[in-house]
Protein backbone atom coordinates (compact mmCIF):
# COMPACT_ATOMS: atom_id res chain seq x y z
CA UNK A 1 0.00 0.00 0.00
CA UNK A 2 1.44 3.21 -0.79
CA UNK A 3 0.81 6.58 0.97
CA UNK A 4 -1.30 9.56 -0.60
CA UNK A 5 0.43 12.93 -0.62
CA UNK A 6 -1.82 13.90 2.16
CA UNK A 7 -1.33 10.93 4.59
CA UNK A 8 2.63 11.69 4.11
CA UNK A 9 2.38 15.05 4.90
CA UNK A 10 0.32 14.71 8.01
CA UNK A 11 3.26 12.09 9.43
CA UNK A 12 6.30 14.58 8.39
CA UNK A 13 7.99 16.26 10.88
CA UNK A 14 10.02 19.37 10.61
CA UNK A 15 13.43 19.71 12.68
CA UNK A 16 14.80 23.52 13.97
CA UNK A 17 18.17 21.82 14.80
CA UNK A 18 21.79 23.74 15.81
CA UNK A 19 24.81 22.55 14.39
CA UNK A 20 28.55 23.70 15.49
CA UNK A 21 32.59 22.57 14.10
CA UNK A 22 34.62 20.15 15.94
CA UNK A 23 35.76 22.45 18.34
CA UNK A 24 32.53 23.79 19.05
CA UNK A 25 33.49 27.48 18.45
CA UNK A 26 30.65 28.34 15.75
CA UNK A 27 26.73 28.09 16.13
CA UNK A 28 24.79 27.34 13.26
CA UNK A 29 20.50 27.46 13.25
CA UNK A 30 18.67 25.74 10.54
CA UNK A 31 15.41 23.73 9.54
CA UNK A 32 14.50 20.89 7.51
CA UNK A 33 11.92 18.10 6.94
CA UNK A 34 14.81 15.46 7.16
CA UNK A 35 17.14 15.71 9.99
CA UNK A 36 19.18 13.24 8.81
CA UNK A 37 19.59 13.92 5.18
CA UNK A 38 20.44 17.73 6.03
CA UNK A 39 23.17 16.58 8.33
CA UNK A 40 25.03 14.43 5.94
CA UNK A 41 24.80 17.58 3.08
CA UNK A 42 26.12 19.72 5.78
CA UNK A 43 28.63 17.22 5.93
CA UNK A 44 29.35 16.68 2.47
CA UNK A 45 30.04 21.09 2.09
CA UNK A 46 32.29 20.79 4.82
CA UNK A 47 35.09 23.60 3.55
CA UNK A 48 33.07 25.31 0.93
CA UNK A 49 33.84 28.49 1.24
CA UNK A 50 30.08 29.54 -0.62
CA UNK A 51 28.14 28.35 2.25
CA UNK A 52 28.35 29.84 6.25
CA UNK A 53 28.19 26.03 7.85
CA UNK A 54 30.61 25.00 4.68
CA UNK A 55 33.20 27.62 5.34
CA UNK A 56 32.96 26.60 9.07
CA UNK A 57 33.21 23.05 9.15
CA UNK A 58 30.01 23.50 10.79
CA UNK A 59 28.22 19.65 10.72
CA UNK A 60 28.01 18.40 14.33
CA UNK A 61 24.66 18.68 15.38
CA UNK A 62 24.52 19.52 18.83
CA UNK A 63 20.70 20.66 19.49
CA UNK A 64 17.31 19.50 17.67
CA UNK A 65 13.89 20.03 18.22
CA UNK A 66 10.81 18.51 16.31
CA UNK A 67 7.62 20.44 15.28
CA UNK A 68 4.23 18.64 13.58
CA UNK A 69 4.46 21.72 11.01
CA UNK A 70 6.89 23.78 9.18
CA UNK A 71 5.63 26.95 10.08
CA UNK A 72 6.14 25.96 13.43
CA UNK A 73 9.77 24.91 12.80
CA UNK A 74 10.52 27.86 11.07
CA UNK A 75 9.57 30.00 13.90
CA UNK A 76 11.40 28.25 16.17
CA UNK A 77 14.42 29.05 14.03
CA UNK A 78 14.11 32.36 13.38
CA UNK A 79 13.08 33.02 17.28
CA UNK A 80 16.43 30.84 17.41
CA UNK A 81 18.63 32.84 15.38
CA UNK A 82 17.42 36.08 16.44
CA UNK A 83 19.42 35.36 20.15
CA UNK A 84 22.59 36.19 21.28
CA UNK A 85 25.20 32.82 21.68
CA UNK A 86 24.55 33.25 25.30
CA UNK A 87 21.51 32.39 25.11
CA UNK A 88 21.42 29.92 22.29
CA UNK A 89 24.56 27.99 24.35
CA UNK A 90 21.68 27.88 27.89
CA UNK A 91 19.19 26.16 25.25
CA UNK A 92 22.19 23.45 24.42
CA UNK A 93 22.39 22.90 27.47
CA UNK A 94 19.23 22.50 28.71
CA UNK A 95 19.31 18.84 26.63
CA UNK A 96 22.74 18.87 25.82
CA UNK A 97 24.69 19.87 28.85
CA UNK A 98 28.22 18.36 27.32
CA UNK A 99 27.30 19.60 23.75
CA UNK A 100 27.75 15.59 22.28
CA UNK A 101 27.61 15.81 19.11
CA UNK A 102 24.25 13.76 18.42
CA UNK A 103 24.88 12.88 14.78
CA UNK A 104 25.29 9.33 14.97
CA UNK A 105 22.04 8.74 17.37
CA UNK A 106 20.04 10.51 14.53
CA UNK A 107 21.54 8.49 11.21
CA UNK A 108 22.54 5.65 13.29
CA UNK A 109 26.20 5.79 12.06
CA UNK A 110 29.12 8.49 11.97
CA UNK A 111 30.48 9.33 9.43
CA UNK A 112 28.13 8.51 6.59
CA UNK A 113 28.66 6.00 4.77
CA UNK A 114 26.26 6.82 2.27
CA UNK A 115 26.01 10.17 0.39
CA UNK A 116 22.26 10.62 1.17
CA UNK A 117 20.24 8.57 3.76
CA UNK A 118 16.77 7.47 2.71
CA UNK A 119 14.14 9.48 3.75
Known sequence: MT???KTRREQMTYATYILTNPNRKV???GVTNNLPKRIV???QEKGNPKTFAGKYYCYCLIWYDT???MNE???AEKRIKGKKRAWKEKLIAEKN???KFLNKKVLGE????RTVPQS
Not at 110 to 113: A, G, K, S, V
Open 97 to 99: PKW
Open 41 to 43: EHY
Open 73 to 75: AIQ
Open 3 to 5: LNK
Open 67 to 69: FPT
Open 27 to 29: LYT
Open 110 to 113: WPPR
